[in-house]
């Protein structure tokens, strides 16, 4: 397969440029707004420096305490640590593309571009993020035998770094991890020799995310937190659904009941609360919050202007805080160009996914043509359940794309899109680009 070598310096050079864009956007936000920490920002930056207990940030917090050191105040550490993890991904998503350019490359990349307001957010989201892409693409390529082993192996640690500090991560791999085997237990085209590359992806995806659960639990316990698992935990399926309203606003979303609710409860085993929780109410509450809860899970609201305009500088209360007076007033727009820029963003995702799909299925490559939409459906089941925040879809729509990409065929058992140059072992075949 010949490809015009020509265009390989002009996608390295759009990366590059694309990369700057992105680093760029993201400065000079975090440099004008100059967000400081609150709410959940707040607790990171705390843990961080040692001043509260461990409870949850995995090995991140790590990261964070070094640039810490150096003196750097919350939104440029943030931005350092953010922009960091944001270039890796785009480095993935050009690799998992056969390094050219393409719509899981670019989709990947208008999202990057539409959240750099939250690059200056001492959060870690897009930092766990990262370990989570750079962790499946290297269980996904397609590896010379001898360095498989080593890949694997690298694998299991990003994705075990990536649980570590976003324990929401635990849930989301176990149930596609399950959903993966199944589907290729199912898919009886399978020829006998790919059975065992079919199934190590699975396991392997389960084993980080056990793993990844277990690290996060032993700094718990280091820290004498250990039923801060139960609690969080709890916080986030009473919001989702025990607790939860039936109408927009109030379902799925965290809400001081929900708080009081799984405290109150916390002395009870976990399998005697949730079914004392749900007889309080009949099948078709349930049914009801669920519903209700579709609309935010299918179509996520845009969320990087809230969390650093939500800061002190661009807070709604100028009669207590510093705030620039055309920041203000510019505010209600943004949240109106965010939003629908978003929203068609997510809705061409979709698009490409199912196009993807449809493509792979009409080829006969079943297993390929459902990894993407066995990705959606993770993230659908478990929040169908769980609490509902715009930013926790973040992953979601950052490695969806990359689903869908010709790099990510190992995870289905096919051939992976290989380097330039490289000559495939059994056809002799040479790429060139």
């Known amino acids: 397969m010949q490809v015009n070598a020509s265009r390989a310096p002009a996608t390295r050079i759009l990366l590059v440029a694309g990369a700057v864009l992105l680093v760029a956007a993201a400065t000079a936000w975090a440099l004008v707004i100059r967000p400081e920490p609150f709410s959940d920002w707040l607790y990171y930056w705390r843990a961080a420096e040692g001043s509260v207990a461990y409870e949850r940030g995995g090995v991140l917090l790590f990261v964070l305490r070094g640039l810490q050191q150096i003196s750097l105040p919350p939104h440029l550490a943030a931005l350092v640590i953010n922009s960091i993890s944001a270039l890796a ?73 990536a649980v570590s500090s976003r324990p929401q991560f635990f849930l989301i791999l176990m149930v596609f991890s399950a959903l993966l085997g199944l ?49 969080n935990s709890a916080v986030t399926l009473y919001a989702g659904l025990l607790s939860s309203g039936t109408t927009p606003g109030t379902c799925g979303h965290w809400s001081p009941k929900a708080t009081h609710d799984a405290r109150a409860d916390a002395d ?5 609360a949730v079914p004392a929780r749900l007889r309080q109410q009949a099948p078709e509450y349930w049914l009801q919050v669920i519903r209700c809860k579709v609309r935010t899970i299918a179509l996520p609201d ?3 202007l809230y969390w650093s305009l939500g800061a002190p500088e661009g807070s709604s209360e100028p009669a207590d805080r ?60 478990v929040h169908a359940v769980f609490e509902v925040q715009a930013r926790y879809f973040l992953p979601l729509f950052l490695v969806l794309p990359l689903m869908a990409a010709p790099g990510m065929g190992g995870l289905s058992g096919g051939r992976a899109e290989r380097k330039a140059g490289q000559v495939l072992p059994d056809t002799g075949e040479r790429m060139t680009r």
């Open 89 to 161: 991904i785009l480095a993935v998503a050009y690799q998992a593309n056969g390094r050219r350019l393409g719509l899981p490359l670019l989709l990947v990349f208008a999202y990057l571009l539409a959240i750099t307001p939250y690059h200056a957010v001492v959060q870690l989201d897009l930092s766990s993020t990262a370990l989570l892409c750079a962790g499946i693409w290297l269980l996904a390529a397609n590896w010379p035998p001898e360095r498989r082993a080593w890949a694997v192996g690298l694998s299991v640690v990003l994705m075990v770094f």
């Open 183 to 231: 589907a290729a237990a199912i898919a009886h085209a399978v020829a006998p020799p790919r059975r065992l590359k079919v199934a190590a992806a699975p396991l392997v995806l389960a084993a980080g995310a056990l793993l990844g659960f277990a690290l996060d639990s032993a700094l718990r316990a280091e820290a004498g937190r250990s039923e801060a698992v139960r609690t």
């Open 268 to 272: 009870l085993p976990l399998l005697e």
């Open 302 to 304: 845009a969320y990087a």
């Open 322 to 381: 510093s705030v620039n007076p055309h920041l203000q007033a510019a505010i209600p727009h943004l949240y109106g160009w965010e939003g629908r820029g978003y929203r068609v963003l997510l809705l061409l995702t979709y698009f490409f996914i199912l196009a993807t799909a449809i493509r792979n299925g009409r080829k006969g490559r079943w297993l390929e043509a459902a990894l993407p939409l066995l990705w959606l459906a993770s993230f659908w089941l």
